[in-house]
T-cell receptor, first 114, second 113 residues
Framework: DTAVSQTPKYLVTQMGNDKSIKCEQN?????MYWYKQDSKKFLKIMFS???????INETVPNRFSPKSPDKAHLNLHINSLELGDSAVYFC?????????????FGSGTRLTVV | GNSVTQMEGPVTLSEEAFLTINCTYT??????LFWYVQYPGEGLQLLLK?????DKGSNKGFEATYRKETTSFHLEKGSVQVSDSAVYFC????????????FGKGITLSVRP
């Protein structure tokens, strides 16, 4: 059983389109995250949700909108895609009161905007 | 704010060579420290962790010791294998609830037969 699963694994789309990436975790964790990994492999947090409540919202364009229908799911919707949005997006989860023990990551979604 | 600095890469070693990847950090309080590994085409996996000063994390032959006096968490392995080829990330999180992970830039390790 996959602990943190993301779909799709690959996404190729044209500039200006709107797309969504889905994430689900079956670990019973109450906190979920989106990270962006750029072409140089640098990882930066974008958002985190705890029990469906937005906790962290780093400096991210408002074209990016996370949505958490329940604590097992955190989706990422991106409007008006730009070339610079091309990256690998990782979902992760953890338990709020055990954040110091690390996260569990999904396998990533490689987004390519052409 | 918190930050993590890793040595510049990439690193190329021969099989059975000794590996050291340097990592230093800046943080307030007493963070937890981690090494994550990303194999080609995959997501990040937790390799090892240490949650307080002088703790040693270990896994799969890799080790790292939490050194508060030098604010370091260097990763070592006595004899690398080709299968260790991957990107390695040092990271920290503040102690307590809702701890955000802050990553270093990552370093690519290539091990040749």
């Amino acid at each position: 059983d996959t602990a943190v699963s993301q779909t799709p694994k690959y996404l190729v789309t044209q500039m200006g389109n709107d797309k969504s990436i889905k994430c689900e975790q079956n670990l019973g964790h109450d906190t979920m995250y989106w990270y962006k990994q750029d072409s140089k492999k640098f990882l930066k947090i974008m958002f985190s949700y705890n029990n469906k409540e937005l906790i962290i919202n780093e400096t991210v364009p408002n074209r990016f909108s996370p949505k958490s229908p329940d604590k097992a799911h955190l989706n990422l919707h991106i409007n008006s895609l730009e070339l610079g949005d091309s990256a690998v997006y990782f979902c992760a989860s953890s338990q709020w009161d055990r954040g110091a023990y690390g996260y569990t990551f999904g396998s990533g979604t490689r987004l390519t905007v052409v | 704010g918190n930050s993590v600095t890793q040595m510049e890469g990439p690193v190329t070693l021969s099989e059975e060579a000794f590996l050291t990847i340097n990592c230093t950090y800046t943080a307030t309080g007493y963070p937890s420290l981690f090494w994550y590994v990303q194999y080609p085409g995959e997501g990040l996996q937790l390799l090892l962790k240490a949650t307080k000063a002088d703790d040693k994390g270990s896994n799969k032959g890799f080790e790292a010791t939490y050194r508060k006096e030098t604010t370091s968490f260097h990763l070592e392995k006595g004899s690398v294998q080709v299968s260790d080829s991957a990107v390695y990330f040092c990271a920290l999180s503040d102690a307590g609830a809702n701890s955000k992970l802050t990553f270093g830039k990552g370093i690519t390790l290539s091990v040749r037969p």
